[in-house]
């Protein structure tokens, strides 16, 4: 809201929002004011500077904290702020759930967790919880906000059980740093049902998804392609970019930090899956850029994979059931347990710690021979 001269008749008799927050800003004392929260509740702010962002401070209520009172106090913090001294005990910085958002990635994400899983936590609350959000200061968020934005995505419910856990993380590191005396996710459960990761697509089931793939085409269909073909990780082959693929050498190369085994991995190009690869257009340095942001990677799977599933009807699956497909498949093909392992670049298994320093390149042509093998199944479904 504007600015304007505060008085005890403006604070009580303004309507709160039916969402979020506004702040009216007092025209006596510059970056002083009162922010009124969904429900009612009227707290008194002030806006300072650290240098380098700025940092809104709530240190009373209205009307337990009157409103004289409060302009000394605000002009206390504020004198305080000019001389570079930090509130006093009981006052902290209140943060907005944008500013925290920022602070949870370089001081959680980017130090506890792998590079792609703290990628797909920040993605998560980017899209589904920013938007609503973002403004809106950590301690005024409650429980009904995040209920609202999770029950929204129960169609996808993979997707909402993701969505709700990287939200509970966020809010406990919340927590713990003091931005918040309480988690608004206490007491809530996974929206739904974790679904048990056993799902192998039988024979017919793996040509209706080929099939539907080639249908489908760029982007989405060609990224199931791959995924189907090569047995990797979905994050893996939708962010693949151009200097990664060898065509001539046959081989993908994926950088360490950019799969959750967090080691490079070189995968074979069977000649199924290069067939594919060269049918791709070359539309920028990523195979698959996002639409109207090519500096970044697809990232429209819920939306592609409900289109894809009305060219391909058969049983509830995922993208991830393809990787077990393939493993599965390739074991019942003869293809021996090592060499599934470095195909899918799992971290355990029967070749570990030095062993697999030395084999990562090792492997390569027994690796290709299985592929190929797998492409030739495949193949022979589809012609049926």
Request: contains cysteine.
């Amino acid at each position: 809201m504007g600015t304007t001269r505060l008085t005890d008749l403006i604070i009580r008799n303004t309507r709160p929002p039916d969402h979020g927050q506004i702040v009216i800003w007092d025209s006596v004392i510059q970056n002083f004011g009162v922010r009124l929260s969904q429900g009612g509740t009227r707290s008194y702010v002030v806006m300072i500077h650290d240098g380098r962002r700025r940092k809104r401070i709530t240190f009373g209520r209205f009307p337990a904290l009157g409103l004289a009172d409060a302009r000394n106090e605000a002009k206390r913090i504020l004198a305080g702020a000019m001389l570079g001294t930090l509130p006093d005990k009981g006052e902290k910085a209140v943060l907005d759930f944008a500013e925290a958002l920022d602070l949870f990635g370089k001081t959680h994400c980017a130090k506890r967790n792998r590079a792609n899983t703290a990628a797909e936590t920040t993605r998560l609350l980017r899209r589904h919880f920013l938007p609503k959000l973002g403004d809106r200061t950590l301690p005024d968020i409650r429980n009904q906000d995040v209920v609202g934005i999770i029950d929204r995505m129960l169609d996808t419910p993979s997707e909402a059980n993701h969505a709700f856990s990287a939200i509970r993380k966020f809010f406990n590191w919340a927590r713990e740093r003091q931005h918040v005396d309480r988690s608004p996710c206490e007491g809530m459960r996974l929206p739904t049902k974790a679904r048990s990761r056993e799902r192998v697509l039988n024979d017919e089931e793996i040509g209706s998804v080929f099939r539907a793939a080639q249908e489908a085409g760029y982007p989405y269909g060609s990224i199931v392609l791959l995924l189907l073909l090569t047995g990797q990780r979905r994050q893996e082959i939708a962010a693949l970019r151009w200097d990664e693929i060898d065509l001539t050498g046959k081989t993908i190369a994926v950088a360490a930090e950019r799969n959750k085994s967090d080691r490079p991995h070189v995968i074979p190009i069977a000649p199924m899956a290069r067939q594919a690869l060269e049918a791709l257009p070359h539309l920028h340095d990523n195979l698959f850029p996002a639409r109207g942001k090519p500096e970044r990677t697809f990232s429209g799977f819920s939306k592609g994979k409900r289109r894809f599933d009305t060219i391909c009807q058969i049983a509830p699956w995922t993208l991830h059931d393809l990787r077990r497909t393939t493993a599965t498949h390739m074991a019942g093909l003869g293809v021996q347990p090592h060499i599934v392992e470095r195909i899918l670049n799992h971290s355990t298994g029967t070749i570990s710690g030095v062993a697999a320093i030395y084999n990562r390149f090792g492997y390569l042509d027994e690796m290709r021979d299985a592929l190929t093998l797998w492409e030739g199944k495949i193949a022979a479904l589809c012609a049926k």
